[in-house]
Structure formats: structure tokens, C-alpha cells
């Protein structure tokens, strides 16, 4: 266990580390920096959204054809019950 915690801190410690020394040795401002991040973070948003609702128009697509195929089966079944009665 001592051995995970000994990982992890020092993971911790070295990704603090790095991403400090990235902003210290960016060639862009903190602003221009702030903005570029900002832009990629709202560019995957929108593909995300996106993806998001191209996946929920095919599945209700799919959805849809489903439930055609299962009314002419439960017409069969409604006819099949009326007939045992």
C-alpha cells in the first residue's frame, strides 16, 4: 500500500511539475493561452453535442422500425388469443 501511495504522489508531483513548466515555456500570453483553451474546450463541446444528437435521431430511427415490426406480431397474437376463446 505504501508503494501506491509513493506512486501516486509522485504522479501528482510530476504532473504539477509539467504543467507548470508548460505555461512557464509557452510562447503565448496567459490571456492567448486562456482563449486558445477556451476555443478547443468549446469546439469539442459542439462535437460532442453533436455526435450526441446525431446518435439520438438513429436511435429513434431504430427504435421506430422496431415497434412497426412488433405491431403486425401482436395483431397475430391478439387474433391467436380471440381464437382460443
Given at each position: 500500500?505504501?508503494?501506491?501511495?509513493?506512486?501516486?504522489?509522485?504522479a501528482?508531483?510530476?504532473?504539477?511539475?509539467?504543467?507548470?513548466a508548460?505555461?512557464?515555456?509557452?510562447?503565448?500570453?496567459?490571456?492567448?493561452?486562456?482563449?486558445?483553451?477556451?476555443?478547443?474546450?468549446?469546439?469539442?463541446?459542439?462535437?460532442?453535442?453533436?455526435?450526441?444528437?446525431?446518435?439520438?435521431?438513429?436511435?429513434?430511427?431504430?427504435?421506430?422500425?422496431?415497434?412497426?415490426?412488433?405491431?403486425?406480431?401482436?395483431?397475430?397474437?391478439?387474433?391467436a388469443?380471440?381464437?382460443?376463446?
Amino acid at each position: 500500500m505504501r508503494k501506491f501511495f509513493s506512486f501516486l504522489s509522485g504522479a501528482m508531483i510530476g504532473a504539477l511539475v509539467g504543467a507548470t513548466a508548460a505555461l512557464l515555456l509557452a510562447p503565448s500570453s496567459g490571456e492567448e493561452l486562456q482563449a486558445r483553451a477556451r476555443e478547443r474546450v468549446m469546439s469539442l463541446k459542439d462535437e460532442v453535442r453533436e455526435a450526441y444528437e446525431a446518435r439520438v435521431a438513429q436511435l429513434e430511427t431504430e427504435l421506430e422500425s422496431l415497434r412497426k415490426r412488433v405491431k403486425p406480431e401482436e395483431k397475430v397474437e391478439e387474433k391467436a388469443a380471440e381464437k382460443a376463446k
